[in-house]
């Protein structure tokens, strides 16, 4: 028994441990003579977890039991080998990490083009392109600010108002000015003098701010650009600013004010189906990196194979090249016809995505109503249920080990009932409808549901009363009108009032006991008779003519006051009534906002289900 023990011990510690020819027979029994017998002849020890074989009569050499030599780590990383065999090559499928590194590798070329820092969107921008394998990113601030200035003929003190940036991804120069001669001198610089030797630079004006640009196909080479200025940039395309073309293409670059580009323009006089401009990812043919083009090369020098990457390809190189984008991870050159990333996403459905995307968070807290108290506490008891639980489960995670399943699970439901607020509803609420309406959680949604249905009975009273109000206004702007035309036509019958000369002022006492008896002849134009002249008295007696003349011009008077203190009423009581329509439509607006808030609110907190505020058909 102390061999065997020992053969225990030496399999506990080492996995694979030889047993010898002596003790092989010890564990069999010590019997030669039962070798047909396989349980006699193979003996089966365990100990720990190890299980060992121990086979009479023969000797078994380590290697025979060492098991599998690999390891895990060995395994992901041939996994993980590019494969050279071209069957296995063509038979293996595009896994997700392929997708997802040429997602990464997009991602980190296009945030690496972005410039260091926002510069004015006011101000124009201009961009310098060095050739001739001039690598800003090896040169000091201070020297490209040295070349840019003296190419430009710039003073010092004017060019302090602007400012230069440098992008070593794309290896360009940007400048951005407030000043429009500034701009020029910038854009007409041709070479960069830099540590003894001139490079050539191409300089342009960007796009400015506030501006999209859209592209035509299919316009013939033979047109120039005053004739493309002529037929785009028109009053028939009001947003067209710019147009230019790609090289010696058909195609037309044209820059639209605004953030929308149209589906159609026209062009002279035909229509043409107008696109979005995508810029594609810069891609240099000559080293064979990402984020610059092949102009602005920093290693002119460098001889690669484009399509794989090999450096220094023979003559025969193209007999055995298999092609790998850089962009999508596919059988082909680096952004090739085809490739799902070639294209840059503009700028303007990015800002798209972002806006949609961020649409339904814009709610401030003003937009969704307080809880009750007696809520609040209640959720604040949650929050803190919650974070206990966690608390207690992390703790339990150690020993959880040295625990039984059944006191676990009874310990965790034990807890769970402890912590459980009143107003969760359990399964057999949910399947008993009665037991349901005993729930808390209905009488509050029973309150919200009153409360809704309050505020949907004040607004259809403030529709009615503004309907009223309204039949109110026609009526008496009916009777308004009515009473304007009767007054017309009473106008056009009757007569003008008699003139200031026709009747004399009555003379003084002293002149009348002279002139008591003179009578003065008045020539007056009466309707039925107008060549008879009329006498008036100067003591007071008068014909009956001048009479009522003075008594309709009294009249008309008086008609004349009221009309203008029904006019004056009238305007009063429309401003009153747009006024009092106003209010009650702010009213209204207010109580639908606070409506669809408080709507929002139970909805968005799971408090009441959605279909709680649907009208029924």
Known sequence: MASVSSQLNAVSHNRFTPLATEDMEFCAGGNDTTTTDTINDQEVLRSNGHTAVAVRGDDVHPSDIVGWKISGKQVSQRLNK???????QSSKPTSQFSEARAKRIVARITKASRMPLNLPREEQKIVMRPRGGLCLARLEADIVMSAVITAANVPKTAAKADTICTNPTQNIIVISTPDEERARYYASVRSLYVGGRNYET????????????GVIRGIAVENTAEDL??????????????????????????????TKVPNYIKYGSIIVKCGLYRQHHNVCKTCGKIGHRADVCP??????CFACGAPNPAADHAA????????????????AEGCTNKYKVPFVVTQRRWERRNAGSTFSSQDFPQLPPQQQNEAQKRRRSRSRRRDQSRGRSASRGRSTDGKRSENMNHNLNQQRPGNVISWAQAINPQAANRNPLNHVAQAKDNAVQSLRNE?????RCIAEQRAQLQEMNAKLNQLINAQQQQQATQTPPPSPQQIQPRPSTTENNTNSAMEVQAPVTTEANSAEPETIDVAGTSEPAPKKRALE?????????RQDSLEERQDR??????????TLSQAIQGIQTKLDALIHALTASGLIPQQAFTQPQ
């Open 82 to 88: 590019p494969q050279l065999n071209e069957v296995t």
């Open 202 to 213: 191409h300089a342009y004006c960007t796009a400015p701010h506030g501006t999209v640009k």
């Open 320 to 335: 055995r090249c298999k092609p790998r984008c850089k962009l999508c991870n596919g059988a082909h050159a680096t952004g």
């Open 553 to 561: 011009y009294a009249r008309e008077r008086r008609v004349n006051a």
């Open 573 to 582: 009581i429309e401003q009153t009534m747009k006024t009092n329509y106003e």
């Open 299 to 304: 290693t002119p020098e460098t001889k690669i």
């Open 459 to 463: 607004n259809d009273q403030l529709k």
């Open 229 to 258: 200025h002529e037929n785009i940039v028109n009053q028939a395309n009001p947003q067209a600013l710019e147009a230019h073309r790609i090289g010696n293409t058909t195609s037309i670059v044209i820059l639209f004010a605004g």
